[in-house]
């Protein structure tokens, strides 16, 4: 089947894995968020159909199982659907949009359901395992943004990735953003069952008035008027958040869990009409959301979890007219953590190597405040160039130089100062540039003595003496 709205790292992965069946029944799809991972499978699954193959499409948020629905409007089907409301399918045949938890509570279905294929959106949730389990001859596809997770290396096999964040960011298809991070010391975080900080501690830590004014005057200075999501800890903290802009004179809403349907769809088509501009919440919002205004992300909590922090600030990623960038705040020290939103990322089926303690990922711009690469000599927003600190060989205190100040050219062009510099930053060894500046004669050894702190003595012997 051709698709001529499919994007080339769509019609590419599609390619690799039909490349992929050939070997392996359990592959993954990783696609970053906003990159358009629903219309690729859902394009998948058209062409299952059409070659007479029954398809199960599995979810497990009612957000994601609406998005996914609708989305076959895009190759012209109408698929059948499972969740609680549902009635009983009248054929087992087609494509089938299936809710996990009702699926695996309607045995008979199980027994009588015989999938070709089965598409997991959001694979990197463990409570999709049974129903690999359940249908042990059926093909694999388990689809997510960050494949993360044991029960990976376990079920499957191949993991096909055509395209990563920077490439998107680059290609137009994503926006870039730019992060600020508030210091503050999390030792204090316990971590609960689910490996993640606890509720509990977190709540304990950021249920402070300072910390709930500090993200509303941070979000004043950083990004009034922009379409904010704000993800808080838990249900009280996201309510409590809710109410402390609204105090402040800023509409906000927090839909949670025990938000009703009719008040959750009221608080979003405010937001998202206008009415509104900050909406809280701990966890709804962070998969099968899709509201590409979306121009800032405030985490107003930490995760230990690099596929929750990816899901977050995603949300904000997508294209809109106008838009050019979107901006984070982060309270929770997770670039810290975690490292930029838009960093490359490999993914493979291997165990992830855990980051040596102490490692900087990222480091802040001292004059713009922006989160950059721990590794950037330039800030990409401001232009600051970031001194390169090296110590003296003689007198061990720390100096700085600028990158821009260690010279690019050969060393016969370079003069008893720039010289010098070279040997400081380790670029030149010491008896190499000496040998140099002997050879240019006495006045020269002398100059070159003098920017590397040594005495005259020094130059003395090393012009009778070599040394």
């Avoid at 999938?115 to 990197?124: R, S």
Wanted: one cysteine or more; glycine letters at 6%.
């Amino acid at each position: 089947m051709k698709n001529k709205s499919l994007r080339p790292y769509q019609k590419q992965a599609i390619k690799d894995l039909s490349k992929g069946w050939l070997k392996h029944k359990r592959q993954i799809l990783a696609l970053t968020t906003g990159s358009g991972k629903t219309h690729t499978f859902v394009t998948m699954a058209k062409m299952a159909l059409d070659r007479g193959k029954t398809v199960l499409i599995l979810t497990h948020r009612t957000e994601l199982f609406k998005q996914t629905h609708e989305s076959f409007s895009l190759v012209g089907v109408v698929p059948k659907i499972i969740n609680a409301d549902s009635k009983e399918p009248n054929s087992m045949n087609g494509i089938f949009v299936v809710m996990v938890e009702t699926l695996m509570r309607r045995e008979h279905l199980v027994q009588s359901l015989k999938p070709d294929l089965i598409i997991i959106d959001e694979a990197h949730y463990g409570n999709f395992t049974k129903v690999i389990e359940a249908f042990p001859d059926a093909y694999i596809l388990g689809v997510t943004a960050t494949p993360i997770g044991k029960h990976f290396y376990k079920y499957y096999t191949n993991i096909v990735q055509t395209i990563d964040t920077p490439d998107l960011i680059q290609q137009n298809f994503l926006v870039p953003y730019k992060a600020y991070q508030m210091v503050d010391d999390f030792s204090g975080l316990r971590k609960g069952a689910s490996g993640d900080f606890s509720e509990k501690s977190q709540y304990d830590f950021f249920n402070k008035e300072k910390l709930y004014d500090g993200v509303i005057e941070q979000w004043k200075q950083r990004s009034n008027n922009k379409k904010t999501i704000v993800f808080n800890c838990n249900i009280k903290h996201s309510n409590e958040t809710a109410e402390a802009f609204m105090k402040a004179g800023i509409k906000s809403y927090s839909v949670t869990s025990k938000t009703s349907i009719s008040d959750r769809e009221k608080y979003l088509n405010d937001f998202e009409n206008g009415d509104c501009m900050v909406m809280n919440n701990a966890t709804i919002l962070t998969a099968g959301y899709n509201f590409p205004p979306i121009e800032c992300i405030i985490l107003n909590r930490a995760t230990d979890s690099l596929a929750l922090y990816l899901q977050m600030i995603g949300r904000g990623s997508r294209t809109y007219p106008g838009k050019d960038n979107f901006i984070c705040l982060d309270f929770g020290g997770n670039h810290s953590r975690h490292g930029l939103w838009s960093q490359p990322r490999e993914w493979k089926l291997s165990a992830p190597k855990r980051k040596k303690k102490g490692e900087a990922v990222v480091k802040d711009c001292p004059v713009c405040e922006a989160m950059l690469y721990g590794s950037a000599k330039i800030c990409e927003y401001c232009g600051y160039e970031f001194p390169v600190a090296i110590v003296s060989l003689k007198s061990g205190v720390m100096e700085e130089y600028y990158e821009k100040d260690i010279p690019k050219k050969p060393l016969k062009d370079c003069d008893a100062e720039e010289i010098a510099l070279l040997v400081k930053v380790g670029l030149l060894k010491a008896n190499k540039a000496a040998g140099i500046m002997k050879y240019r004669g006495r006045d020269a050894l002398s100059d070159f003595a003098y920017h590397m702190g040594y005495s005259q003595g020094w130059v003395y012997n090393r012009m009778k003496y070599g040394r």
